[in-house]
């Protein structure tokens, strides 16, 4: 497990703080998102931190100075499309990473591995066997950072992004990764 002291040492302890999104602060988490995606996503997507429908509801974000550097968003998934769940709705069947964020001025300083390492040590903790996520098919370093951390590709989802304002630069196609815990 990505050790907190290791993220101490980066910025000096008195510096960071990771917290839960919430009411006073989930506007940050947006405003880094569509920052640092180039994407105009809803509001929708961050204001829903006190409605805990999931049996996994995890969403952090990171800030040095006082400053939002880095978020992350995910949930237990209780079915999926093609995939009957025999035990019931309440067993999750996966973790969906809604996203995960970090800016680029701090990128490549662990902070991304930190949040994904906790969000799979939330999964674990509830018995969920596998993580999944998409992203863009053309976003080459991210699908590559997921494999190195032992993602593989399962499927593609095309125009898995046509509904989003996403940057141009990204394929409206999506590539479904998985991680089984």
């Known amino acids: 497990m990505f050790c907190w002291i290791r993220l101490e040492y980066m910025f000096n302890s008195d510096n960071i703080n990771v917290s839960d999104v919430d009411d006073h602060n989930w506007q940050d988490f947006q405003k880094l998102t569509n920052e ?17 429908k999931h049996l996994i509801h995890f969403s952090k974000i990171v800030k040095v100075k006082g400053n939002v550097i880095a978020g992350a968003k995910a949930y237990s998934v209780t079915s999926l499309s093609g995939v009957k769940n025999s035990t019931s709705n309440i067993v999750p069947l996966a973790t969906y990473i809604e996203t995960i964020v970090v800016d680029n001025r701090y990128r490549d ?24 996520l998409h992203t863009p098919k053309n976003n080459t370093k ?22 989003t304002e996403l940057d141009s630069k990204y394929s409206p196609d999506a ?6 815990l």
């Not at 950072?145 to 590709?153: A, E, F, N, V």
């Not at 590539?175 to 089984?180: G, T």
């Open 175 to 180: 590539f479904l990764l998985e991680k089984d």
């Open 109 to 132: 300083k662990g902070i991304g591995t930190y949040l994904i390492e906790l969000i799979e040590q939330e999964s674990q903790n509830c018995f969920t066997p596998k993580i999944i």
């Open 142 to 163: 991210v699908i590559k950072w997921y494999l190195m951390k032992g993602y593989r590709i399962q499927n593609t989802v095309e125009g898995y992004y046509s509904a």
């Open 36 to 52: 640092v995606l180039h994407s105009n996503y809803p509001e929708a997507l961050f204001n829903d931190c006190g409605a805990r």
